[in-house]
Nanobody
Framework: VQLQASGGGLVQAGGSLRLSCAASGRTFSSYVMGWFRQAPGKEREFVAVISRSGTVTDYTASVKDRFTISRDNAKNTVYLQMNSLKPEDTAVYYC?????????????????WGQGTLVTVSS
């Protein structure tokens, strides 16, 4: 599967952005989908994950209650709605697909990665 992330940009603190990740192929609904981010000089970290059906989600603590992950299997797309953005959310955001069935947060358990989209939050 090929993943194409979009929707990043420059936003002021407190603002919102919605990231999208479009997947190729006809088996999108068979993948657990995750969002990760990598800030300059830091390791890539888990942000959010959603199950194949969309009924189970999980978030890293720092974004819980601010970010929402969702998916539309008919459109082969996963979304990340980001509200109340903070300067520390600045990073390149990546979507990823896992062929496993668990909603995992470990980067090594994801099989396919998108190219990343830059989110910059100014103070």
């Amino acid at each position: 599967v090929q993943l194409q992330a979009s929707g990043g940009g420059l936003v002021q603190a407190g603002g919102s952005l919605r990231l999208s990740c479009a997947a190729s192929g006809r088996t999108f609904s068979s993948y657990v989908m995750g969002w990760f981010r990598q800030a300059p000089g830091k390791e890539r970290e888990f942000v959010a994950v959603i199950s194949r059906s969309g009924t189970v989600t999980d978030y890293t603590a720092s974004v819980k209650d601010r970010f929402t992950i969702s998916r539309d299997n008919a459109k082969n797309t996963v979304y990340l709605q980001m509200n109340s953005l903070k300067p520390e959310d600045t990073a390149v955001y990546y979507c990823a697909a896992s062929t496993g069935w668990k909603t995992v947060a470990t980067t090594s358990l994801y099989d396919y990665w998108g190219q990343g989209t830059l989110v910059t939050v100014s103070s």
